[in-house]
T-cell receptor
Framework: ETGVTQTPRHLVMGMTNKKSLKCEQHLGHNAMYWYKQSAKKPLELMFVYNFKEQTENNSVPSRFSPECPNSSHLFLHLHTLQPEDSALYLC??????????????FGAGSRLTVL | GQNIDQPTEMTATEGAIVQINCTYQTSGFNGLFWYQQHAGEAPTFLSYNVLDGLEEKGRFSSFLSRSKGYSYLLLKELQMKDSASYLCAVRDRDYKLSFGAGTTVTVRA
């Protein structure tokens, strides 16, 4: 496989459930990102990992918990979510988040619905 | 915070030209990106501008004026497959990337 792969593509969960989103990149990149995309709104950066170290947490509620075990894998653990958390969650990777010409490669996203 | 503005929607005819404007106000500047996102798919990189001027890539061109905080994406010889959302994104002095809400372009036959 090539590029950035996200699973599951669709997820429906109740507010008391615990679930995880998975992202895997096969590009040899060193930086990985989680973005939230809601309809008609700008992409919101959630977390950044560069060389497995978390370099950014954009004031994300603690019900979202990221995990980056290595440079190729990124998880987003979900717990006690709210209906307003329903959105498309995009994973991205890049060579190095500190570079100026830092082109992101995105996955197709995980569509999350919280009931 | 960062402020990036682009039109919400644009419609054009197949074969025509469409220009998508993006204005920004950020704390410092380290580059401007354009991404294309088809419905239900991943955003894909189109162009990067860090110096003033025009960058041309086939049917797509991107222009930047740093003094005006302004960029545009020009799509020429429009094709039906160009119907998509186009995202403007700006990197600030801290290398943080902020996105606009996207412009949905509809190409009609």
């Amino acid at each position: 496989e090539t590029g950035v792969t996200q699973t599951p593509r669709h997820l429906v969960m109740g507010m008391t459930n615990k679930k995880s989103l998975k992202c895997e990149q096969h590009l040899g990149h060193n930086a990985m990102y989680w973005y939230k995309q809601s309809a008609k709104k700008p992409l919101e950066l959630m977390f950044v990992y560069n060389f497995k170290e978390q370099t950014e947490n954009n004031s994300v509620p603690s019900r979202f918990s990221p995990e980056c075990p290595n440079s190729s894998h990124l998880f987003l653990h979900l717990h006690t979510l709210q209906p307003e958390d329903s959105a498309l969650y995009l994973c991205a990777s890049s060579q190095d988040s500190s570079l100026g010409a830092n082109v992101l490669t995105f996955g197709a996203g995980s569509r999350l619905t919280v009931l | 915070g960062q402020n990036i503005d682009q039109p919400t929607e644009m419609t054009a005819t197949e074969g025509a030209i469409v220009q998508i404007n993006c204005t920004y106000q950020t704390s410092g500047f380290n580059g401007l990106f354009w991404y294309q996102q088809h419905a239900g798919e991943a955003p894909t990189f189109l162009s990067y501008n860090v110096l003033d001027g025009l960058e041309e890539k086939g049917r797509f061109s991107s222009f930047l004026s740093r003094s005006k905080g302004y960029s545009y994406l020009l799509l020429k010889e429009l094709q039906m497959k160009d119907s998509a959302s186009y995202l403007c994104a700006v990197r600030d002095r801290d290398y943080k990337l902020s996105f606009g809400a996207g412009t949905t372009v509809t190409v009609r036959a």
